[in-house]
Nanobody, 121 residues
Framework: QVQLVESGGGLVQAGGSLMLSCAAS????????MGWYRQVPGKQRELVAT???????NYADSVKGRFTISRDNATNMAYLQMNSLKPEDTAVYYC???????????????WGQGTQVTVSS
């Protein structure tokens, strides 16, 4: 099976920085696009940033210029560097990856368990 595990969340003051990491492991034949999403209670999960297998990136307007997504294809890792954090960035952040697992015919989306990011004012 495939597993995504996030780390790096925590409590930070407004204006501070955090880096989230996502490790993909298991029976991975091909790791396609990866991304970060976030969710606050009572709201839908929203896209933060994505990165393709070739390194192309996409960001939500609310984080452009402050967050940077990256990946390491050699280690199946994805990262989200978050700078100039604001209280409205407070959420549970989830790692997402589209993966073709071994012994499967089609790729599928996988999710991590989430990591809490809290930005105090």
């Amino acid at each position: 099976q495939v597993q995504l595990v996030e780390s790096g969340g925590g409590l930070v003051q407004a204006g501070g920085s955090l880096m989230l990491s996502c490790a993909a492991s298991g029976s991975i034949f091909r790791l396609n696009h990866m991304g970060w999403y976030r969710q606050v209670p009572g709201k839908q999960r929203e896209l933060v940033a994505t990165v393709s297998s070739g390194g192309s990136t996409n960001y939500a307007d609310s984080v452009k210029g402050r967050f940077t997504i990256s990946r390491d294809n050699a280690t199946n890792m994805a990262y989200l560097q978050m700078n100039s954090l604001k209280p409205e960035d407070t959420a549970v952040y989830y790692c997402n990856a589209n993966i073709l697992a071994t012994m499967r015919w089609e790729s599928a989306d996988y999710w991590g368990q989430g990591t809490q990011v809290t930005v105090s004012s």
